[in-house]
C-alpha cells in the first residue's frame, strides 16, 4: 500500500538552529500538507501546497517557516531558527482530491529543540 | 470551517460496539465528514468519510442525519487494538484547511 513516508524520525537541535524536515508523498498525490503536534497536545494544521505554491497557511506558519517542492518526489519543511517551542511532532500529509479531505500521513518527525 | 464538537473520552469492553457522535451545527453545503483514528506518536489514520445518509467499510460505519448538524462513527465489536483518539473534521470541498479539535479518547477494556 502506498505511503508518505517522512525523515528524520527524530531529530534533536539546538535552539537558533536551521532544521529541514523531509517528506515524500504518495506518488500520484497533488495536495501537499504540514501539520504539527506538541506533546499531549491537537493535531494543528501548519501549512497546505499545491501546483508549486502555498494554497492556505495557518498563523503558526510564521516567517521562520517554509515549505519546498525542490524536485519530482519532495516535500520539505524548514525552520530557519528554532525555538524551544518548535519541538513537537511533524506530520506530513497529501491527498489525490482538493474536493475531500481525506488525507494520507507520515508517521512524522519528531523534532527536539534544546 | 465548521465547529465540531465530541466527546472527549469514552470507556468500552473488547467486543462491544463504540458510538462516537460530533455535532457541527454549523456545517455548509459543500462539507465534508471525516473520521480519522490516531495511536500515541503516529499520525493520523482516515477512516471513514461521508456527506449524507450512512456509510460503512471494512473497519466503521458512518450515519449522518439529514439535517447533516451531526455524526456517528459507529465501531463494530472493539479490541484492544482500536484504544485510540478518534477524531472528527468537516471541511468544505474547497478549502485545504483541515484542523483537527482535541477528539475523542477511547479506551477498550479485556
Known amino acids: 500500500e502506498p505511503e508518505v513516508t517522512q525523515t528524520p524520525s527524530h531529530q534533536v537541535t539546538q535552539m537558533g538552529q536551521e532544521v529541514i524536515l523531509r517528506c515524500v508523498p504518495i506518488s500520484n498525490h497533488l495536495y501537499f500538507y504540514w501539520y504539527r503536534q506538541i506533546l499531549g497536545q491537537k493535531v494543528e494544521f501548519l501549512v497546505s501546497f499545491y501546483n508549486n505554491e502555498i494554497s492556505e497557511k495557518s498563523e503558526i506558519f510564521d516567517d521562520q517557516f517554509s515549505v519546498e517542492r525542490p524536485d519530482g518526489s519532495n516535500f520539505t519543511l524548514k525552520i530557519r531558527s528554532t525555538k524551544l517551542e518548535d519541538s513537537a511532532m511533524y506530520f506530513c500529509?497529501?491527498?489525490?482530491?482538493?474536493?475531500?479531505?481525506?488525507?494520507?500521513f507520515g508517521e512524522g518527525s519528531r523534532l527536539t529543540v534544546l | 470551517l465548521a465547529k465540531t464538537t465530541q466527546p472527549i473520552s469514552m470507556d468500552s469492553y473488547e467486543g462491544q460496539e463504540v458510538n462516537i457522535t460530533c455535532s457541527h451545527n454549523n456545517i455548509a453545503t459543500n462539507d465534508y465528514i471525516t473520521w480519522y483514528q490516531q495511536f500515541p506518536s503516529q499520525g493520523p489514520r482516515f477512516i471513514i468519510q461521508?456527506?449524507?445518509t450512512k456509510v460503512t467499510n471494512e473497519v466503521a460505519s458512518l450515519f449522518i442525519p439529514a439535517d447533516r448538524k451531526s455524526s456517528t462513527l459507529s465501531l463494530p465489536r472493539v479490541s484492544l487494538s482500536d484504544t485510540a483518539v478518534y477524531y472528527c473534521l468537516v471541511g468544505e470541498g474547497n478549502d485545504y484547511k483541515l484542523s483537527f479539535g482535541a477528539g475523542t479518547t477511547v479506551t477498550v477494556r479485556a
Open positions: 500529509a497529501s491527498s489525490t482530491r482538493a474536493l475531500t479531505g481525506e488525507l494520507f
Open positions: 461521508g456527506y449524507k
